[in-house]
């Protein structure tokens, strides 16, 4: 079992930047993070590899987001820039079963709680 736990989502102005963190409780394979908006189905945003050479992106936020993570800490990270209202969703990081980043949901074994990240205009 792995516990995920997200945080450092909030409000912030359309241009704005976030950066949200996610603390898993052991060393984990490919990592990702998704996000559901109201009334939307949950989609993919960024994932990352075991050792963190390789990281793919949705095209909506290729060129402003940027996924890291640092194994010593066991820590996932996602660097938010220049954020749009559209933006507006609960993130959830992920853990995947496959070494590989992945924009598969159903790769991924393990889920955090999510954590709000709303955009104003």
């Known amino acids: 079992q792995v516990q995920l736990v997200e945080s450092g989502g909030g409000l912030v102005q359309a241009g704005g930047s976030l950066r949200l963190s996610c603390a898993a409780s052991r060393r984990t394979y490919a990592m990702g993070w998704f996000r559901q908006a109201p009334g939307k189905d949950r989609e993919f945003v960024a994932a990352?590899?075991?050792?963190?050479?390789?990281?793919v992106y949705a095209d909506s936020v290729k060129g402003r987001f940027t996924i890291s993570r640092d194994n010593a800490k066991n820590t996932l990270y996602l660097q938010m820039n220049s954020l749009k209202p559209e933006d507006t969703a609960v993130y959830y990081c992920a853990a995947a079963t496959i070494k590989v980043p992945t924009t598969t949901p159903e790769e991924y074994a393990y889920w955090g709680q999510g954590t709000q990240v709303t955009v104003s205009s």
């Open positions: 990352i590899s075991w050792y963190g050479g390789s990281t």
